[in-house]
């Protein structure tokens, strides 16, 4: 197998377009060409998870953090950062970061904080803008459900939890083929009329291309006539944090037990109690304090993040309860979803979790 295929099906559940402009995910070292001996995956590449990889025989290793993120002037192992650049390139590694593209996508960091808590009724809390396109195409009758079907298998057409929408309204086509073409029904020189189905789907605007080639694939028409839109609604799927229902109410302090539990945490760093009980969260893992009024706005009673800055707290303004409970809790379960997607895709493949604890952070009690 090669590290592209692995790659590739990590792509499906998160395309790179959807990752932030200040990101960098993908591919940091190595070639996606190379033969995949085994995947290590972890939360950050430092260079002791390289060595482990190495001692386990993985020329892969699956990353959350780039630990290439604000560009190298110098390599010459002065610092973390160099030094496991250098690891891995000394000892062909290649190091892939599935970063703000997985914390995008409601199946992603932020789904798996939720299922730890048991959320329901889920939604993203910052939708992500320009994420959607629609098509327009013209279709004789006849072919209008080949064409439909063909846009469908191409991805066309999903909206939350539905697939095959579009929308269809019949009218008349006209058309007069010019010396040179070849036309799939009426004559050369002469108007042809023809009752034509109108076929309207939205999609993902990152699938534009395939949704072309699978319309001019499939359409009838020598020259196909088609409209393409981008549209201001949202993605309801794609964008930062998710809200979420808890399956019964309950006080905030037997809330915050829970946390402490489900994360296995050793401290929790939060703005005063409200006295009111815990209904709806609002999670977002990693640094999320750019989504405080997002979790406000949508009504939450705790909104659970990290690395919230002192002057943050305030913005709470006693409506809601915000925890931080540190970077790495939030996202340590990362580890188990990167594990869990290719376990699935590649059941016979050897792919292997990280044993070692790469948190820089540390607590004294």
């Known amino acids: 197998m090669k590290i592209a295929d692995i790659i590739k099906a990590l792509e499906m559940i998160a395309p790179p377009v959807y990752q932030e402009a200040y990101d ?13 001996q085994a995947v290590l995956v972890t939360l950050d590449a430092t260079e002791h998870v390289i060595e482990e990889a190495i001692s386990r025989g993985c020329n892969l290793i699956i990353a959350h953090h780039p630990i290439i993120f604000g560009g190298l002037k110098k390599i010459n192992g002065k610092n973390y950062v160099e030094k496991a650049v250098i690891a891995a390139i000394r000892n062909n590694i290649a ?38 396109k629609k098509i327009y195409t013209f279709v004789p009758v006849e072919h209008a459900e ?60 990152y699938l534009q291309q395939g949704i072309l080639q699978a319309l001019l694939a499939a359409h009838p028409y020598e020259e196909v006539a088609y409209d393409l839109v981008e549209l201001a609604n949202v993605h309801p799927g794609i964008g930062a944090g998710l809200t979420g229902q808890l399956p019964q109410p309950m006080s905030e302090t037997d809330f ?37 009024f ?6 939450a009673d705790f909104y659970i993040t990290s690395d919230i800055k002192y002057h943050e707290f305030f913005d709470a303004n006693d409506r809601m309860v915000l925890a931080d409970i540190g970077h790495f809790e939030s996202e340590q379960f990362t580890i188990d979803l990167f594990y869990d997607i290719l376990s699935e895709k590649f059941p016979t493949f050897a792919v292997l979790k990280s044993g ?3 948190n820089p952070v540390h607590y004294y009690f």
């Open 24 to 36: 960098n995910s993908g591919l940091l070292t190595g070639d996606s060409e190379w033969n995949c």
């Open 95 to 132: 190091l892939y970061a599935f970063h703000t593209n997985l914390d995008n996508v409601t199946a992603g960091v932020n789904g798996r904080i939720a299922d730890r808590l048991g959320l329901t009724d889920r939604r993203v809390l910052a939708p992500k803008p320009a994420a959607l």
């Open 146 to 205: 080949k064409v439909r079907t063909t846009l469908f298998a191409a991805g066309a057409g999903r909206i939350g939890n539905y697939s095959e929408a579009s929308f269809n309204a019949e009218g008349l086509g006209t058309y007069r083929a010019g010396p040179g073409a070849h036309p799939f029904i009426g004559q050369v020189g002469e108007r042809h009329t023809e009752k034509e189905i109108r076929i309207e789907v939205i999609f993902p605007a």
């Open 256 to 292: 915050l037990a829970v946390l402490k539990q489900q994360f296995q945490l050793q401290v929790i760093r939060h703005t005063k109690l409200t006295g009111r009980p815990v209904n709806r969260v609002a999670v977002c893992g990693g640094a999320g304090s750019f989504l405080i």
């Open 294 to 299: 997002n979790a406000l706005s949508s009504n």
């Open 356 to 358: 070692i604890k790469t």
